[in-house]
C-alpha cells in the first residue's frame, strides 16, 4: 500500500519531527508512506472572508495537483467522521482488498481545507471536535496508521 500525507505548512519543531521520524520508520514494515509538505499562503488575522477563502483555494490547487485520479483521499477535518481506531483499521483493509493502492490523507493549513479539496475527499476523518495544529495532527495520524496496520496483522499494540 502506498501512502501520501500531504500537509499544508511546514514541519518546525523537532520534537515532533523525531516523532514524526519514529513512525516513519515503523511503518516502513507495513506501507510505503511519503510525506508531501507543500507550502501555506500567508494568512494573518485581519483577512476578510473572501481572501481567506482566497487562501484556502491555492492551498488547495496545490493539493489537488498531488493527487492522480486513482488515489483514495481522505480529508482531515474537524467536521469530518469520527472513527474508532478499528474502525480505521477496518477502512485501510477494506481498501487493499479492493485493490485500492494508494491512499492520500490531507491535512490543511491554519484555515483548513477548500470545497474543492473537500469535494475530490472520498473520505473524511475527524479525531475531535478539538482543533489541532497542522504539524502534531501528522504525528496524530501517523500514530493511527501505524496502529490500524498493527490491528489489521493481529499484532501487540498498547490499548
Ligand atoms: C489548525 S487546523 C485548521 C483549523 C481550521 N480553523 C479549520 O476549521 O479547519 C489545520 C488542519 O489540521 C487538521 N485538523 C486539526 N484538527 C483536527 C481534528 N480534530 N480532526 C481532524 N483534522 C484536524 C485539518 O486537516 C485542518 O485543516
Redesign the pocket.
Given at each position: 500500500m502506498n501512502i501520501s500525507i500531504i500537509s499544508i505548512g511546514k514541519l518546525k519543531e523537532k520534537y515532533l519531527k523525531q516523532g514524526i521520524d519514529e513512525y516513519l520508520k515503523r511503518l516502513s514494515s507495513y506501507a510505503k508512506v511519503e510525506i508531501v509538505e507543500l507550502p501555506d499562503e500567508k494568512a494573518p488575522e485581519n483577512l476578510s472572508d473572501a481572501e481567506m477563502l482566497m487562501v484556502k483555494e491555492k492551498e488547495g490547487i496545490r493539493i489537488l495537483e498531488k493527487i492522480s485520479e486513482d488515489t483514495h483521499v481522505i480529508?482531515?477535518?474537524?467536521e469530518?467522521k469520527m472513527k474508532s481506531s478499528e474502525e480505521l483499521a477496518k477502512d485501510l483493509d477494506r481498501l487493499a482488498t479492493y485493490g485500492k493502492s494508494k491512499i492520500a490523507f490531507?491535512?490543511?493549513?491554519?484555515?483548513?481545507?477548500s470545497k474543492d479539496v473537500m469535494n475530490r475527499a472520498n473520505d473524511t476523518?475527524?479525531?475531535?471536535?478539538?482543533?489541532?495544529?497542522?504539524q502534531l495532527?501528522r504525528l496524530i495520524l501517523l500514530e493511527q496508521v501505524y496502529r490500524a496496520f498493527r490491528i489489521n496483522r493481529n499484532e501487540p499494540y498498547h490499548k
Open positions: 480529508a482531515l477535518a474537524i469530518g490531507i491535512i490543511g493549513g491554519s484555515l483548513g481545507l476523518l475527524s479525531f475531535s471536535k478539538m482543533t489541532f495544529p497542522h495532527m
